[in-house]
Nanobody, 118 residues
Framework: QVQLVESGGGLVQAGGSLRLSCVAS????????MGWYRQAPGKQRELVAT???????NYADSVKGRFTISRDNAKNTVYLQMNSLKPEDTAVYYC????????????WGQGTQVTVSS
């Protein structure tokens, strides 16, 4: 019912910045959470940051102070501003939409590669 399209990934040097964008195919009117996850080779997918429809954000400890998540509901878009990137940030980053009410259903984007060189 909803398609998510990520953009903004790429190759950067340590200390650099990237801004990821995720656009949903339609407005989301129900209670929901949009966020970013990442997965490195041989690792499980892990939470990076979330932003609820109520305006609350959460971050993984590893990215606090460096990454900022934001939403523009008029544009059906969630962003992830990534500063002070480290090699350990290298992963495929996935946009996630969780419809909390009534479905409890997850939608995922295709992923965008972020590679940070030292």
């Amino acid at each position: 019912q909803v398609q998510l399209v990520e953009s903004g990934g790429g190759l950067v040097q340590a200390g650099g910045s990237l801004r990821l964008s995720c656009v949903a195919s339609r407005n989301i009117f129900s209670i929901n959470v949009m966020g970013w996850y990442r997965q490195a080779p041989g690792k499980q997918r892990e939470l990076v940051a979330t932003f609820t429809s109520g305006g609350r954000s959460n971050y993984a400890d590893s990215v606090k102070g460096r990454f900022t998540i934001s939403r523009d509901n008029a544009k059906n878009t969630v962003y992830l501003q990534m500063n002070s990137l480290k090699p350990e940030d290298t992963a495929v980053y996935y946009c996630n939409l969780r419809i909390v009410t009534p479905d409890g259903y997850d939608y995922w984007g295709q992923g965008t590669q972020v590679t940070v060189s030292s």
